[in-house]
């Protein structure tokens, strides 16, 4: 196995050396190697200054690149030399990538051409095809110079297109490289045009297009930017138009068309002269491809004026085909717009279906050269009747032939519809005839068709006919109409007649079961047809005034028949109007629900189809996007596994290694192999290293002894020369400066009788100088002074104010310490009369406290003694109704109240002096004052008394003072056995005492505290 070559052991990284290694690789067939030498040393960051030297080194760089087709080494170099020397030499750039195009351009005409001499090398032009290429022709399913293109041509053009697109890529952001792009371009154009690549025509287009959009983004705001750069782009768009043009690629060529506009727009200015003829040329081709008669004509009548002011050297013959093809081209126009324009049946009638029309007419008169202002209307200036009326005023119909001119006086003057055609037909075969001879090189055409203008003047021409005819006849046969029209049989007429009343040009309709044509409008409610009973009735009176101008007198019957059916016509005249205007109004109702209904229904129907289509686009797009993306991926893929190939071939065959044919390489494996390899060329390196360093140290040893005594000899000599020179300098020096010193010692004598002058002068001086200084010293005292007496006020001044300030300083001090004393005065006041307030109110709630406890403890004591203390047998009505006792206003149950005001009434003993008052009991709640009780803790504890205790049975007397009576109140009275209270439940107690001596009324009753006290049962 051979190995690379790598250098010898004093290589060097410099450019001449990297040129010189990469000739000595390439001439031992190692070109991968040498392009990668040529590339690291172009994209090395040591080397930024441009030389000689690396020109040359780009070009044999690009020339390798071409052999092994190499674009990414080739634009990532160009990338690099770019930067290098679009400062310095940009010339240099431009020779670099013409050779490289150049070259790749040369490569693909010769594999173009071996590939047609691989298809002409056929040993025996009479022998078949062998089965393996019959077999392989069936399967593959191409011819064999399809497949011998694919295999030799098709890289090469690959190879071509993509080193035009990396050198536009590289070129479009320097403006010093402007021309250079141009160039470019301007040869990619060409490669499409002579190889047919219409496919990469359009991306080119569309690259060029994204380049001019970002030029014009950058410079937006400048608007004087890149006026020679838009001019270059404008030269580029002409020939890309021509170029379009030339592919029959009419959509790219529009489009040209409108890049040239925005172009022109921007620059503002106007083309060249040769320019703006073949951008006219074009728009004819253009328009009459597109099927545009209208925008065709105004091309032509645009490229005759342009030519008519510019040209020079047109001849005769030149104007007149040229006129007639303007005039011809005026005259196919149809009468009437297939666009939807509003008004027409289905066109669009909402304002913005208008301004997108408004819009586009605008557009397309600013490319055919009109200057149209953009918040106006251009829809009136391209008409045909502007257009005709254009041509008649500039005498366009002196220059043509008389036969064109009667075509002309045919479809736009004569009014002669029975031999309308028959006129045309003749004319029109001469077209052919008129247009035969080639115009000169001056005129902007090469050759004028005319015969392409007699299908749509034939169709005008019938147009033109029927439409005269609708206004002589309202009825024709079809048989007459077809002899009418020599060159078009009637199902041709029928289709004009069609399309010509579906725009609202013709109002007729054809019968075909009578065989007529019927002109005029034909709608199903006329007023002719609304009213025909009334015009029926007109006519057969008039008739009848005609057979009978005298009426003939009536007899008395039918006098008296008429009257009654006058009579009865005027009755139900009314009714019958009623009638009609019902029917008509249900007639107009069902006819507003039907076309609604067909609204709704269209609309719906208009709905689900967008729907639909929507839908449809979305799935189409969807499909589209994943098989672009499953296509993308696996181009990437085998584009990843075909350069790893080419590496690994190209590896090995820099190595010598043969590779068989279709072989498919492991990369582990290659791998391994060259890591093997490169480990035994590095251990044979660094022996060759020890064996070389061993022979060097040697022949350095005995060099150095060698040379020993000679050095010794030449040190002594140059030594001994040395000293000669040393000593020589020395006299030298020394006759010098006694030289210089006789010398002064001359000027010196010659000098001395000046001395005395100089003393006396100097004397002069010394005494002005020291008058001088004496001024200014007292001066300067002075100024001192002044300035001494200034500090010294100012500072007196300073310190008065300062000594102010601080005064007043001490002043608010000591206002504020005796605000500040008076706060703290009136807030120890403040809080002393609090204090007393607050003293004066514990006192006042300590007095009140007591007193709360002795009416507590009082009441806990009349509790006791109330419940100790028995009820007397004293009358109760006197005791209630002395109202002196403690208990006067308390309540009194209604059977004691009857009892004592019974009592009262009868007159009875007076009851016995009471007692002496006790002191009022306290209100139910045990308070004081206002009948409620404190709470919280200093609230005394309630006592309730204890509960008497029940003797006998347990239960009180009904009758029984109640308890909490006081204590010294007198007994309530019995009642009387034979009383109103006979029937009412009496103590043991009180019935034992009342059946024994009852004291007498008037006698007092026991004293509360002794024995006679009434006791409970359970107590006696």
């Not at 173009?112 to 089965?131: N, R």
């Not at 792009?181 to 040869?187: F, Q, V």
């Not at 925005?262 to 081709?285: D, G, N, V």
């Not at 000027?747 to 000046?754: D, V």
Request: hydrophobic content about 40%; charged content about 30%.
């Amino acid at each position: 196995m051979a190995r690379v070559y790598r250098g010898g052991p004093g290589f060097s990284a410099r450019p001449e050396n990297a040129l010189k290694r990469s000739d000595e690789l390439e001439a031992i067939g190692q070109k991968a190697a040498a392009l990668q030498v040529l590339h690291d040393v172009i994209c090395s960051k040591k080397h930024r200054t441009w030389s000689k030297t690396f020109e040359a080194i780009m070009l044999r760089h690009v020339e390798l690149c071409v052999d092994m087709k190499k674009r990414n080494y080739a634009k990532e170099a160009l990338l690099q030399y770019r930067n290098m020397c679009h400062q310095v030499n940009i010339n240099s750039l431009e020779e670099v990538i013409k050779h490289f195009l150049k070259r790749a351009a040369d490569k693909a005409e010769e594999a173009q051409a071996k590939a047609a001499a691989v298809t002409l090398d056929v040993e025996d032009l009479e022998e078949d095809a062998s089965p393996e290429e019959l077999m392989l022709s069936y399967v593959s399913g191409e011819k064999n110079k399809d497949r011998t293109d694919r295999e030799l041509v098709t890289p090469w053009f690959r190879f071509l297109w993509e080193s035009y697109r990396s050198v536009l890529e590289i070129l479009r952001t320097n403006p010093k490289l402007e021309p250079l792009y141009a160039m470019t371009a301007t040869k990619a154009f060409h490669f499409c045009l002579q190889y047919k690549r219409t496919t990469e025509f359009k991306r080119l287009c569309d690259i060029l297009r994204q380049h001019l959009t970002n030029l014009v983004n950058k410079f937006r705001d400048q608007r004087d930017a890149g006026p020679e750069s838009m001019t270059m782009h404008l030269e580029s768009r002409f020939e890309q138009l021509r170029v379009a043009c030339e592919l029959e690629l009419w959509g790219e060529a529009f489009r040209s068309v409108e890049d040239i506009q925005q172009l022109i727009s921007l620059t503002k200015k106007t083309p060249k002269q040769p320019q703006l003829a073949s951008y006219y040329t074009r728009l004819t081709q253009i328009f009459a491809v597109s099927d545009s008669p209208m925008y065709h004509a105004f091309a032509w009548l645009k490229l005759f004026s342009f030519a008519r002011q510019h040209a020079r050297g047109m001849s005769q013959t030149d104007y007149q085909q040229m006129a007639t093809a303007v005039l011809l081209a005026a005259l196919a126009i149809l009468p009437y717009e297939r666009s939807n324009m509003p008004g027409a049946r289905g066109a669009p009638s909402d304002a913005v279906a208008a301004e997108q029309e408004k819009e586009r007419a605008n557009r397309m008169a600013t490319i055919l050269g009109f200057a149209v202002d953009a918040k106006k209307d251009a829809r009136g200036l391209l008409t045909r009747q502007a257009l005709l009326a254009t041509i008649s005023s500039s005498n366009l119909l002196a220059l043509v032939p008389a036969e064109v001119r009667a075509i002309h006086d045919a479809l736009s003057a004569d009014f002669n519809p029975l031999e309308l055609c028959q006129r045309l037909a003749p004319l029109l075969e001469k077209l052919p005839e008129l247009a035969a001879a080639q115009l000169s090189g001056s005129a902007p055409v090469r050759s004028v068709a005319l015969d392409k203008y007699v299908p749509a003047l034939k169709q005008a021409a019938v147009l033109r006919l029927l439409k005269q005819l609708s206004e002589v006849y309202s009825v024709m046969r079809i048989s007459e109409l077809a002899a009418l029209v020599p060159f078009y049989t009637f199902a041709e007429v029928e289709a004009v007649v069609v399309d010509a009343v579906k725009y609202d040009y013709l109002t007729m309709r054809v019968d075909h079961r009578h065989g007529t044509l019927h002109f005029g409008a034909q709608s199903v409610e006329a007023d002719r047809v609304r009213g025909h009973l009334a015009a029926v009735a007109k006519r057969l009176a008039k008739a009848v005034t005609m057979m009978s101008p005298t009426p003939l007198p009536l007899s008395a019957a039918d006098a008296a028949r008429r009257a009654a059916i006058i009579k009865e016509a005027r009755d139900t005249l009314e009714g019958e109007h009623l009638k009609a205007v019902a029917r008509k109004m249900a007639i107009e109702k069902k006819k507003e629900e039907a076309e609604r209904a067909m609204m709704e229904a269209e609309q719906m129907e208009q709905q689900r189809k967008q729907q639909a289509a929507a839908l449809h686009a979305q799935q189409e797009e969807r499909r589209r996007k994943e098989e672009a993306a499953r296509r993308e991926t696996e181009r990437i893929q085998r584009e990843m596994e075909e350069k790893e190939q080419e590496e690994l071939r190209a590896h090995l065959g820099a190595r010598n290694i043969k590779v068989k044919e279709g072989e498919k390489l492991e990369k582990n494996t290659v791998i391994k192999d060259l890591m093997s390899e490169r480990i035994k060329e590095q251990q044979e390196m660094e022996r060759r290293m020890t064996r070389l360093s061993k022979n060097m140290d040697h022949l350095e040893r005995a060099r150095r002894e060698e040379e020993a005594p000679f050095l010794e000899a030449a040190w002594k000599e140059r030594q001994a020369a040395d000293r000669a020179y040393w000593e020589q300098a020395q006299a030298e020096a020394a006759r010098l400066h006694r030289e210089a010193w006789e010398v002064d010692v001359e000027e010196k004598k010659r000098l001395a009788y000046m001395v005395g002058d100089k003393d006396v002068f100097k004397g002069i001086i010394m005494q002005r100088r020291e008058a001088e200084f004496q001024a200014l010293r007292r001066e300067r005292e002075r100024r001192l002074a002044e300035m001494r007496a200034a500090k010294k006020y100012e500072r007196e001044i300073s310190r008065r104010k300062a000594y102010v300030t601080r005064c007043r300083a001490e002043v608010e001090n000591r206002i504020r310490d005796m605000e500040e004393q008076k706060r703290r005065e009136e807030e120890a006041r403040k809080k002393a009369e609090e204090a007393e307030r607050q003293r004066k109110l514990d006192e006042a709630l300590a007095k009140q406290r007591a007193r709360e406890e002795e009416i507590e403890r009082r009441k806990a004591e009349e509790r006791a003694a109330i419940g100790l203390a028995a009820p007397a047998p004293a009358a109760a009505s006197s005791a209630a109704a002395a109202g002196g006792g403690g208990g006067g206003n308390r309540f009194v149950p209604p059977h004691l109240r009857r009892q004592m005001e019974a009592g009262g009434s009868a007159g009875g003993a007076p009851a016995a002096p009471a007692a002496p008052a006790a002191p009022a009991a306290p209100a139910a709640g045990g308070d004081e004052e206002g009948g409620w009780r404190r709470r919280g803790p200093e609230a005394p504890p309630r006592d309730y008394g204890a509960p008497p205790a029940r003797g006998g049975d347990g239960w009180r007397d009904r009758d029984a003072p109640p308890r909490d009576a006081p204590r010294d109140a007198p007994p309530r009275e019995a009642p009387p056995a034979s009383g109103g209270g006979g029937g009412k439940f009496v103590p043991p107690a009180l019935r034992a005492r009342q059946e024994g001596a009852a004291p007498s009324s008037g006698s007092a009753p026991p004293p509360s505290s002794g024995g006679g006290a009434y006791r409970p049962p359970g107590r006696r």
